[in-house]
């Protein structure tokens, strides 16, 4: 069975023409997106977890390595087997909403910014600008914000390691992100 974007590009291309691609600039699938640090340069030299393909996608919920719908569609299969809807492509970083059947636009999306810088650094070395958010520069003293996101993101593992069947630390856990999407 076809998805409605693969539907939709047989008939776009079907006379030998292209066609234009306009990413959603939100998805009711924020959910599927980790709080968990994603470690970009771990990422950058994954092959699929399930066939070894190298074209592959990173979940967003789970982190887990998976080739695209073109080479085994091992990612699509995780998706609808897990419910882990969200991915993002390590050949140019575009991310995937399958419960959408849908590209997602990484810079209306806040939720979607920290797995997308972490990929972009480890693939091209520098932190992407977002529109509206400060240009943070490793290694300077003007990262203080980077610096305060990564003691946010120590404290939130530090948290749940110790209580993290505690029924308060999802609300902490809100708040902490909360406060970080405030200041991208």
């Known amino acids: 069975m076809s998805t409605l974007?693969?539907?939709e590009l047989a008939a776009a291309t079907s006379d030998g023409g292209g066609f234009q691609v306009y990413p959603k600039k939100s998805t009711p699938h924020l959910d599927c997106i980790s709080t968990d640090p994603l470690d970009g340069a771990k990422a950058l030299s994954a092959v699929c977890a399930r066939c070894q393909e190298t074209e592959v996608w990173i979940c967003l919920q789970c982190h887990a390595p998976h080739c695209s719908r073109y080479k085994n569609g091992c990612c699509k299969k995780h998706a609808?087997?897990?419910g882990h809807l969200i991915a993002v492509s390590l050949s140019d970083l575009s991310v995937w909403d399958y419960g959408q059947d849908c590209y997602l636009d990484v810079y209306a999306i806040p939720k979607l910014r920290a797995p997308y810088a972490s990929l972009h650094?480890?693939?091209f070395g520098e932190v992407p600008s977002f529109p509206g958010a400060p240009v943070l520069e490793l290694g300077t003293a003007d990262n203080d914000f980077l610096h305060a996101t990564d003691a946010l993101t120590?404290?939130?593992k530090a948290y749940k390691?110790?209580?993290g069947d505690?029924?308060?630390f999802p609300a902490v856990r809100e708040l902490l992100m909360l406060i970080i999407e405030s200041k991208t």
Do not use: G, H, M, Q
């Open 5 to 7: 974007y693969e539907e």
């Open 80 to 82: 609808e087997e897990s």
């Open 121 to 123: 650094l480890a693939k």
């Open 154 to 156: 120590s404290a939130v």
């Open 161 to 163: 390691a110790r209580w």
């Open 166 to 168: 505690d029924a308060r």
